[in-house]
């Protein structure tokens, strides 16, 4: 499984610049653009990840585990506390990032056109994360081939999002191709986990409270930021970093507040 979605992926890699030259581009001016996408824009959207890849490595022995000791409570406990997290990981990822994503390329890398990536693909980060945990727990209960299928046929959907799109909207067409496949990546493992294991979804807690939140806290650090851009002495990046962590211990605060998070859950 792992080998052929290898496979994919480096087809993928090398049609990416092919097709961009397919659009109207050079060699250079394709290879340039599909560098600041992979080398400066993936690794921020990624970063995040470094949590939910962290769930995922201790989610597979754990739901097997549960699994082999026929422990349907605790896989489903496992699943809903897991998806909750990712989801909430994800939705403050995406608040960061559109709203910081132009000043973190330009201040960081110096490249508008990174920021504007960084921008568009901010709505990639839920589905991102949540993907990565529902494999693994796919994974867990002894399905591997599900997640193989699943992703395989996201694959192939940006692939072709790359052979049809690309030469006619440029890279534009890659990311659009590359929001659609993580969905429909996400919607097929999200329907095998219902399948599978009697998950109960908090769509309040789990998206409308921290998209609210998101929504409504970003716009006050927005004003915070421009305001101390102007009358600060501060660093530009000094100043992206104070902010972010100000979005991101008061996103957790509020979900606090408003209980969509507990302590008892860290505990556990």
């Known amino acids: 499984n792992r080998l052929l979605i290898s496979l994919l992926q480096s087809f993928e890699a090398v049609l990416i610049p092919n097709m961009l030259k397919s659009s109207g581009l050079t060699t250079g001016e394709s290879l340039s653009i599909y560098g600041i996408l992979t080398g400066m824009t993936m690794p921020f959207i990624l970063f995040p990840s470094t949590i939910t890849n962290s769930f995922a490595v201790m989610l597979l022995p754990a739901v097997s585990e549960a699994q082999a ?20 990981i994800g939705i403050l990822s995406t608040g960061i990032f559109i709203i910081f994503g132009q000043p973190l390329g330009t201040v960081i890398y110096h490249n508008q056109l990174s920021g504007t990536f960084l921008t568009t693909l901010a709505w990639l980060c839920p589905f991102l994360y949540l993907s990565t945990t529902l494999g693994s727990i796919i994974n867990g209960l002894g399905k591997a081939h599900i997640t193989f299928f699943n992703t395989v046929v996201g694959l192939t959907m940006r692939i072709l999002f790359i052979i049809f799109m690309v030469p006619k909207k440029g890279i534009a067409g890659y990311l659009i191709g590359l929001l659609v496949s993580q969905l429909i990546i996400s919607f097929l493992d ?79």
């Open 69 to 88: 000791a026929k422990n349907n409570r605790l896989i489903d406990n496992t699943t809903s506390v897991s998806i909750k997290y990712s989801l909430l």
């Open 190 to 268: 999200g329907l095998a986990i219902y399948r599978n294991v009697p998950v109960t979804f908090h769509a309040v807690d789990w998206i409308a409270k921290p998209a609210l939140i998101i929504l409504f806290e970003g716009i006050i650090i927005m004003h915070f930021y421009r305001y101390l851009s102007k009358v600060s002495g501060l660093s530009a990046l000094l100043l992206l970093i104070i902010c972010c962590l100000m979005l991101a211990i008061g996103y957790f605060i509020l979900l606090l507040i408003t209980r969509s998070i507990s302590l008892k859950e860290f505990k556990k």
